[in-house]
């Protein structure tokens, strides 16, 4: 008999959703939103958008409520958890509304799974939140005993990616050492060692800058800007990047306007890409050298151009593998069909 699993996957430019019957899928729609729905409020401004689309789209797909039998969605600034498929329960939705580790568009997604999953009396759960803290000790210790890094990233992508890549290296997760670049609205980058993400970076706060994200920031000059400016997250975190030297989240234009002879456009892109390759070089330290592979994805790496000037900067010594796009819809599918059909337990928040 036929299982639908409703995936539902809100980011930071659009929210992909698709609907896997078990772990085969039969639809997939990006929802896009305008640039200035993207600048509202989560709740309830973004999270009534984001629902209504959804649920147009489904009318629209000729799927059926009732033919779902769960529903998978990706899971947002939550607590810090470990690694895994967890039912979203009530603490979870007041988390995600809350807040708790900051906002993000995924923390809209259990909102909304949660809602259609009650009427339609299924269950939803999600699958290695942003808040995936598998970081070791020694890398969370700064240089200001009050100040401890913490654990917020695009684990979800960049778990499965690294899995991916260890298979392709004939490894297990477990023995693989491997560097995962997730490029998309935000960035992460991660070294995945005894299958644990023991250091990343995720652009809201370090690394490098994003397409709408501020990245590592010199403290001085930040500790001004927040004194400043009351909105001083919202340009870390939302209008800060690519965004905000160009006033847009398309990466395609920025590249049209270099390739125009923009000089503001051609330096911002060669500071881009210069500081995605020094922060993935950084992370050579967690290993002593270089890792057995570097695994870059994201929606960015569907640019030639990124591509190109990335693998130029990262010089030989990497194995690369590339995986433009993300891995994030067949990631929760598979997830939840594991928990659903008894091979996997579900945790509990
Ligand atoms: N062919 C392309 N060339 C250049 N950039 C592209 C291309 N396709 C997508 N992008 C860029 O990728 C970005 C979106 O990437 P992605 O879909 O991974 O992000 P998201 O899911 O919205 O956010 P996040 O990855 O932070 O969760 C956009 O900024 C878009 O301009
Ligand atoms: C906070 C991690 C996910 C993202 O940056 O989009």
Redesign the pocket.
């Known amino acids: 008999m036929s299982c639908y699993i409703l995936v539902i996957n809100p980011?930071?430019?659009?929210t992909?959703i698709a609907v896997f019957d078990g772990e085969r899928e039969v639809f997939r729609k990006t929802l896009t939103l305008q640039e200035n729905q993207l600048d509202l409020p989560l709740f309830p401004e973004q999270y009534l958008i984001r629902k209504g689309q959804i649920l147009r789209a489904l009318v629209d797909s000729g799927i059926e409520s009732k033919q779902l039998c769960a529903i998978a969605a990706r899971g947002g600034r939550l607590k810090p958890l470990s690694s895994g498929v967890y039912r979203i329960n009530d603490q979870m939705l007041k988390d995600a509304r809350a807040g708790l580790q900051g906002v993000h568009p995924a923390n809209t997604a259990v909102v909304i799974a949660s809602e259609i999953a009650f009427e339609n009396s299924i269950e939803a759960f999600t699958v290695d939140p942003i808040s995936v803290d598998e970081m070791a000790d020694w890398a969370k210790i700064t240089g200001i005993r009050d100040i401890t890094r913490n654990s917020l990233s695009?684990a979800l992508n960049m778990k499965a990616i690294a899995r991916r890549a260890a298979s392709q290296l004939g490894k297990s997760y477990e023995e693989a050492k491997i560097i995962v670049a997730?490029l998309?609205?935000?960035s992460s980058v991660s070294a995945h060692l005894q299958g644990k993400m023991v250091d990343l970076y995720n652009s809201d706060k370090e690394g490098p800058f994003?397409?709408e994200r501020a990245g590592a920031l010199p403290t001085h000059e930040l500790a001004d800007f927040a004194r400043s400016h009351d909105d001083y997250l919202h340009h870390l975190a939302h209008v800060g990047g690519l965004y905000s030297h160009f006033q847009t989240?398309?990466?395609?234009k920025i590249?049209e306007m270099a390739r125009a002879g923009d000089n503001r456009a051609v330096v911002v892109l060669q500071a881009y890409i210069y500081n995605i390759a020094k922060y993935i070089f950084s992370l050579l330290a967690v290993f002593g050298g270089y890792p057995d592979a570097l695994a870059i994805t994201?929606?960015?790496v569907?640019?030639e151009f990124?591509r190109t000037a990335l693998l130029e900067k990262l010089g030989k010594g990497f194995r690369v593998f590339l995986f433009p796009?993300?891995f994030e819809m067949e990631s929760l599918a598979s997830g939840v069909y594991r928990v659903i059909t008894g091979r996997e337990k579900a945790l509990e928040y």
């Not at 980011?11 to 659009?14: M, P």
């Not at 989240?249 to 395609?252: I, K, P, Q, T």
Request: avoid cysteine.
């Open positions: 980011g930071s430019t659009s992909k695009h997730h998309g609205g935000g994003a397409v989240r398309d990466v395609e590249v994201g929606g960015v569907k640019s990124v796009g993300e």
